[in-house]
């Protein structure tokens, strides 16, 4: 599974905890909110202008999903960058059809839950990146491989997950209600995404061929999610079709597009049934 931060954002903990360490990403909590997701981008206000019906639609479930629609996940035709304008005409719209301010001020206990819940993303991703490189190492080419487990990487990387649910409840809680709502909000906010032929006309007018790649990746998550849940299905059965769907997965990620696997990353790599097996390496 994987965090909820754009790879940009990663990387800037990264780089960022690396010169002042670890704890000084709390410096770097806002104590704003932008229930959108929308980055402050002429891009993104662009996409708020000219697709207000989606939006409102995705914001039935959420309004965070209208990130799904955000040139700040890997939309590599975009080359619009922060704007203080957009921030300030951000703080003054209302979410479409809802009239609620797109910019709120968090409370105290939100910007300290928001803060331990990034340095457990942080923390968590270290975790996988020290996993995947000993898979590689191993010649590990998927956590479904008997040596997976044999290695005692499995066991070390468990490891490394407790101390991370243990230091950082608030990440526990957000990765715990990003599964809950996987298939009953996400997965049908994308499908509302799929299905408007003005956003994937806008967006492939933009020379992003990520939703089509998105649309067909859908079809097959949907497919294996009825199969899976399909009555009278024995535990090896859901084994063989975990298996199945993350050995496509990895497949079909060596030849789609890096918006495509941006997307995933945030979105798509968070599947319940998989859980920490559905990683994607470089073994």
Do not use: C
């Amino acid at each position: 599974m994987q965090s909820w931060l754009t790879p940009q954002a990663e990387m800037a903990d990264k780089l960022f905890a690396e010169d002042w360490g670890v704890d000084a990403i709390a410096l770097i909590g806002s104590n704003q909110k932008n229930i959108s997701g929308l980055a402050t981008t002429m891009d993104d206000l662009a996409v708020l202008r000219k697709n207000p019906e989606l939006i409102a639609k995705l914001g039935r479930a959420n309004t965070k999903y209208a990130a799904m629609l955000s040139s700040g996940y890997g939309d590599l035709s975009s080359s619009s960058e922060y704007s203080t304008e957009v921030a300030a005409i951000f703080k003054k719209l209302g979410f479409p059809g809802y009239g609620t301010p797109i910019t709120q001020k968090k409370t105290k206990e939100e910007v300290a839950k928001s803060v331990e819940s990034r340095r457990g993303w942080f923390e968590y991703q270290k975790a996988q990146e020290w996993r995947d490189a000993k898979m590689a190492e191993y010649g590990i080419g998927s956590t479904y491989d008997v040596m997976y487990e044999r290695s005692g990487i499995k066991r070390e990387f468990d490891k490394m997950v407790d101390v991370v649910k243990e230091d950082f409840p608030s990440w526990v809680t957000e990765r715990k209600n990003i599964n809950d709502e996987y298939w009953d909000a996400m997965i049908p906010s994308i499908q509302k995404i799929v299905d408007d032929t003005n956003w994937r006309t806008y967006s492939f007018n933009k020379g992003s061929s990520k939703w089509e790649e998105i649309a067909y990746w859908l079809s097959e998550a949907k497919a294996f999610n009825k199969a899976y849940d399909a009555q009278n299905n024995t535990d090896s059965r859901k084994l063989q079709l975990k298996q199945q769907f993350a050995q496509f997965h990895y497949d079909f990620l060596q030849t789609a597009s890096e918006e495509f696997a941006a997307f995933s990353y945030r979105w798509l790599n968070n599947m319940p049934q998989l859980s920490t097996e559905f990683t994607v390496t470089n073994g």
